[in-house]
C-alpha cells in the first residue's frame, strides 16, 4: 500500500479487577479537556478508584512541572511523587524481580510521568495506515497474554507521556505530509489511519487525564486521518467526546471463559458488546478486535457462542459499520517466566510447545505463536463459524 512519506521523527462497577475474580463463574494541543456530561464524570467514581488507587508517582521532573503533569497530580493528590531521571529506568520498579509477586497491586498502585524524547510514526498496514506515538505505555489492566511488559520487566505500570501538546503538534505535521488517500485499503477506504494506542489502553489513560480527550478532539479536525484504538476497558467518559466521526474504537471480544482467566482487571467481555450501540450513537466508528483467539480444547464451540452472541445483541446501526480484526496468539519465553509467578493458570491455556514454534520479533525478542499449519487451519475455521454466525462482520484483516 502507498505511503506517500516514510517514517519521521521529530525531537520536538462490574468489572474484574484481581486474581480472587478469576475462578468465579461468568482538537488544539493545548490540553482542552473533554465536553462535561450531563452527571459526574466516570473517572472520579468508585470503579475508576478501585482500578486506579494510585499511592506513588515517579516523575521526571519535567514530567512532573508541565500542565498536564500537574492535572494528574492532583488527580491523584494523596499519592508520593517521588522524582527520577528517567521513565526508562526506574531502580526498585523496572528490573526488580520480586515485583512479580505484586505485578496486579503495581500496576494499580503506580503511576510514571514522563516525556517523549522521540516522537515517531512508522508504517504499519495491518490495523492502521501509521503508528502514532502514543500518549501512553502500559497499562493499569493484567491481561496475560500482553507484549507490553516485555520490554519494562517485572512490573508494568501505566507511563504518561505528558508533552501531549508536542505528540499532537508532531501528527498536525504528518497527516500534513500525506495530503489525501490515494486509493482505499483495509485500514479504511478514505482517511489515513492512526493507530494512536499501541502500549496503551487510551480508555484507561482518560481515568488518568486528559491525553485520550485531546487526540480525539485534535482528529476531528484532521479530514483525511482517522484516529484509532484498541481497548477491553468501557469508559463511558468517552460518550462526551464528540469525535465526529473521526476516532475508531476498537473493543477486544474473545470468550467469555477465556476472558476470565486470562484479560485480568478488565471490563467484562458483555460489557464491551453492549457498550457498541452507544458509542456509535456518541459519533465514534465502532470495531472489533478477535483477540487474541487462544487455541485450547473446545475452542471453537466457544467463540461460535461469542459470535452468536453478537449477532443477537449488536442492533443494526453497528452491524452495519462494524469490522473486524482477528489476531492469534502469540506469546513470549520470558513474559510466560513472569506469568509462572503470578498467574500460572493462564499458562496452561497460552505455553502450548506442541501448538507452537518460535519467532524472533523485530527487536530480537523470542517469541511463540503457533506453528503455521495450525495457524491457518484455525483461521480457516474461525472465518467459517463467522460467515456462520455473524455474516454481516466484515473481516478487515486476520494475522
Not at 516523575?59 to 512532573?64: C, D, F, R
Not at 515517531?120 to 502514543?134: E, K, L, V, Y
Not at 493507530?195 to 480508555?203: A, F, V, Y
Not at 484504538?229 to 460518550?239: E, H, M, Q, R, S
Request: charged share 25%; proline share 8%; aromatic share 8%.
Amino acid at each position: 500500500m502507498p505511503h506517500p512519506a516514510g517514517p519521521s521523527d521529530d525531537d520536538g462497577a462490574a468489572t474484574l479487577f484481581g486474581l480472587e475474580a478469576l475462578g468465579a463463574p461468568g482538537a488544539p494541543a493545548t490540553g482542552t479537556p473533554a465536553e462535561p456530561s450531563a452527571g459526574p464524570a466516570f473517572r472520579t467514581g468508585d470503579t475508576a478508584r478501585r482500578l486506579l488507587p494510585v499511592r506513588e508517582i515517579y516523575a521526571e521532573p519535567a514530567a512532573a512541572a508541565s500542565p498536564r503533569g500537574r492535572q494528574i497530580r492532583e488527580r491523584f493528590p494523596r499519592a508520593r511523587l517521588i522524582e527520577v531521571d528517567s521513565h526508562w529506568n526506574i531502580p526498585g520498579l523496572h528490573g526488580n524481580e520480586g515485583n512479580v509477586e505484586r505485578w496486579v497491586r503495581v500496576k494499580g498502585e503506580t503511576l510514571v510521568l514522563g516525556e517523549r524524547k522521540t516522537l515517531t510514526t512508522r508504517p504499519n498496514g495491518r490495523s492502521a495506515d501509521w503508528i502514532a506515538p502514543g500518549p501512553s505505555n502500559g497499562c493499569a489492566m493484567a491481561c496475560a497474554y500482553c507484549y507490553v511488559p516485555r520490554r519494562k520487566g517485572y512490573a508494568n505500570p501505566v507511563t504518561v507521556f505528558t508533552n501531549i501538546d508536542a505528540i499532537i503538534a508532531h501528527l498536525g505535521r504528518h497527516i500534513a505530509r500525506q495530503g489525501r488517500k490515494p486509493a482505499p485499503n483495509q485500514c479504511d477506504d478514505m482517511a489515513w489511519v492512526y493507530d494512536i494506542g499501541e502500549n496503551g489502553d487510551c480508555s484507561v489513560d482518560a481515568l488518568i487525564c486528559d491525553n485520550t480527550a485531546d487526540l480525539v478532539h485534535a482528529f476531528r479536525q484532521w479530514p483525511t486521518a482517522k484516529a484509532s484504538f484498541a481497548t477491553k476497558f468501557v469508559n463511558p467518559d468517552l460518550l462526551a467526546y464528540d469525535p465526529r466521526g473521526r476516532t475508531r474504537i476498537r473493543f477486544s471480544v474473545m470468550p467469555a471463559d477465556d476472558s476470565r482467566l486470562l484479560d485480568v482487571r478488565t471490563s467484562p467481555v458483555a460489557e464491551r458488546v453492549a457498550a457498541a450501540a452507544d458509542f456509535v450513537d456518541a459519533g465514534y466508528e465502532v470495531h472489533f478486535n478477535l483477540s487474541p483467539v487462544v487455541l485450547r480444547p473446545g475452542w471453537q464451540a466457544a467463540w461460535g457462542e461469542l459470535l452468536e452472541h453478537l449477532d443477537d445483541v449488536l442492533p443494526a446501526r453497528v452491524k452495519e459499520q462494524a469490522a473486524a480484526e482477528v489476531i492469534m496468539l502469540t506469546h513470549n519465553r520470558d513474559l510466560h517466566e513472569v506469568n509462572l509467578g503470578w498467574h500460572p493458570k493462564a499458562e496452561d491455556a497460552l505455553w502450548r510447545p506442541a501448538l507452537q514454534q518460535s519467532k524472533r520479533s523485530e527487536n530480537g525478542a523470542l517469541n511463540v505463536r503457533y506453528r503455521n499449519q495450525v495457524k491457518a487451519e484455525a483461521l480457516h475455521d474461525l472465518r467459517g463459524l463467522i460467515a456462520a454466525r455473524a455474516p454481516w462482520l466484515r473481516i478487515r484483516y486476520a494475522f
